[in-house]
């Protein structure tokens, strides 16, 4: 299993865009398609956006509105989520993982507030 590290939460207001990034340990996340999950304060955890191994097939949640934009740096296995024009019902932590079929364990997340 591959480790995965998330950073780049901040609290932030309404309007404002953040770059959320998850890195990987381990030579095989090249190889993996991989997602952006959410879960907000008393809601089951939620698929944001995914995007395949090498990056050319994109799909988001219906929620994002175009708002956000998934990508990846295979060479430095990271996995990045670019949060533009956020509202405060974007307000959750943030998980990557592969997808589909998600590891058991996950990262301790990034958290995300959307607050003014």
């Known amino acids: 299993q591959v480790q995965l590290v998330e950073s780049g939460g901040d609290l932030v207001q309404p309007g404002g865009s953040l770059r959320l990034s998850c890195a990987a340990s381990?030579?095989?996340?090249?190889?993996?398609?991989m997602g952006w999950y959410r879960q907000a304060p008393g809601k089951p955890r939620e698929l944001v956006a995914t995007?395949?191994?090498?990056?050319?097939?994109?799909t988001y949640a219906a929620f994002v509105k175009g708002r956000f934009t998934i990508s990846r740096d295979n060479a430095k296995n990271t996995l990045y989520l670019q949060m533009n024009s956020l509202k405060p019902e974007y307000t959750a932590v943030y998980y990557c993982?592969?997808?589909?079929?998600?590891?058991?364990?996950w990262g301790q997340g990034t958290q995300v507030t959307v607050s003014s």
């Open positions: 993982n592969k997808y589909p079929s998600p590891w058991s364990s």
């Open positions: 381990g030579s095989i996340f090249g190889i993996l398609a």
């Open positions: 995007i395949t191994s090498a990056g050319n097939t994109k």
